[in-house]
């Protein structure tokens, strides 16, 4: 199999997860991207078409704290990272947006921290 095909499998696979998000008018959407080395987490509002908040183990605050980490320890703390962040602008649920990975492993983990944290999924 191609490159090429795997990345139209991949892109239909993310726009079947978004279209089965439904309403997503009401709430902030949670999108999570996995890279080989990293995480990155967004809080998007697609009513304004804006980024609310992000996160990734590619920020300054994070970097050196997570240089040691495995995967799914970096893809915890960032989830806390930007849980205190959604937590800081009173925003109390959200809808998850896998992006079309499977939710197990550092999407989990991922998804885990925020919730720990307080914040509906």
Known sequence: MSS???????????LRT???LGNLGK????????SNRH????????????TIFSSSSMDNNLRKKLKTKSKVDKS????????EKIKSDKIKKV???????QFHGRVKAF??????KGISV
């Open 4 to 14: 090429n095909d795997k990345r139209k499998k991949y892109l239909k696979k993310k």
């Open 18 to 20: 978004k279209k089965s």
């Open 27 to 34: 709430y902030p959407r949670l999108v999570v991207f996995k």
């Open 39 to 50: 995480i990155y987490g967004q809080l998007l509002d697609d009513n304004k078409n804006i």
């Open 76 to 83: 915890i703390e960032v989830g806390y990272d930007l849980a």
């Open 95 to 101: 809808v998850f947006d896998r992006n079309g990975y």
């Open 111 to 116: 998804v885990d921290a925020i919730k720990e």
